[in-house]
C-alpha cells in the first residue's frame, strides 16, 4: 500500500510539472523561443483564482474559468506587446526577457496589499478531504488517497485528451502544427502565423493557470510558488522539447522519481531529483523520450 501511494503522489506532483512544460513546449514549437516565465504564469493563475474566490465572492467554478480566461488574455497581450517586438533577435535576448517578466512578475504580486507577502489557501470545496480503500476496522494497511492528488490526475487527463482533440481534429489546432513545422510556408499557405502565435501564448498561459490553481491547495499560493517551474523544464526536456505527450510523461517521470527518492533515499536527494534524472537523458537519449531526431546539412 505505501508504494502504491507514494506512486499516486509522485502521478499527482508530476502531473502538475507536466502542465507547465505543456507550456515550455508550446511556445517553444510556436515560436522557437524558451519562456522562462511559465512559473510566475503558473502562479499568477492561482493568485486569480484565489482573488475571485476571495474578494469576488465567486463560487469555486467560476473562479477557475475567470482565472483561466484572464491568464490566456495576458499571454496573448504578452505576446503582443513584449515578445513579438524582438522576434528575430538572438535567442539569448528573447530567454532573458522571459526571466525579466518572471521577476516583474513577482515583484509586482508582492506590492498588491494584504495578498503579496502572505501564505494563503484556496479555499476548494474538497480541501483536506481524503479516500480509504481497504485496511482493517483500526485503518491498518489502509490505501488513504488525498481528493487533491485524485482532481490533479483527472484534470490532467481531461486536459489532455482536449489538447489532443485541439489539435488533431480543428482548423486552429491543425494551422497551429503546420507552422510549428515551417512558419515561412505556413506564411505563404495564407496561415495567419503571427495570430497563432499569440494564441500559443495565450494557450501556454492558461495550462499554467490550470496546473497553478490545482497545485494551490496543496502548497498553498505564494508569490514564490512559480519557482517550481525550475523542476517543470526538465521534464520538458526528458520527454523531448517537441513533443507535448512527451511533456506530459517526462513530468510524471520526474515526479514520480521525486517521490520514492524522498521516502527512501537520504534527506535532500529528492531536490536534486530532477537533475539527476534530466542529465540521464541528456547522456544517453538527449533528444528525449519522445524527441525527433534532426539533422542538418551544411
Known sequence: MQVLQLLISGVAQGCIYGLIALGFVL???????????????????????????????????????????????????TERIIIRPIL?????????????????????????????????????????????????????????????QMVVIGATAVLCALLFVLFKYSKIGIAMQAA??????????????????????????????????????????????????LKAFPAAVVGGFGSLPGAIVGGILIGTVESFSGFYLPDGFKDVAAYVVVLAMLMFKPNGLFGETLRKKV
Open 27 to 77: 511556445i517553444y514549437k510556436a515560436t522557437e523561443t524558451v519562456s522562462f516565465g511559465q512559473g510566475e504564469l503558473m502562479m499568477l493563475g492561482a493568485f486569480a483564482g484565489l482573488v475571485c474566490m476571495t474578494m469576488l465572492g465567486f463560487p469555486y467554478w467560476l473562479a477557475v474559468i475567470s482565472a483561466i480566461v484572464a491568464l490566456a488574455a495576458l499571454g496573448v497581450l
Open 180 to 229: 510549428s513545422q515551417n512558419q515561412l510556408a505556413a506564411y505563404y499557405m495564407g496561415i495567419p502565423v503571427q495570430r497563432l502565435n499569440g494564441l500559443a501564448w495565450g494557450l501556454a498561459a492558461a495550462v499554467a493557470a490550470i496546473a497553478g490553481l490545482l497545485l494551490a491547495p496543496i502548497t498553498f499560493v505564494h508569490a514564490n510558488m512559480g519557482f517550481i517551474g
Open 88 to 148: 528575430g533577435q538572438p535567442a539569448f535576448s528573447i530567454v532573458m526577457l522571459t526571466i525579466g517578466i518572471g521577476y516583474v512578475a513577482r515583484g509586482l504580486i508582492t506590492m498588491v496589499p494584504g495578498i503579496g507577502t502572505d501564505t494563503l489557501a484556496l479555499p476548494v470545496p474538497y480541501k483536506d478531504e481524503i479516500l480509504k480503500f481497504g485496511g482493517n476496522e483500526f485503518g491498518v494497511g489502509a490505501l488513504i488517497i488525498n481528493v487533491e
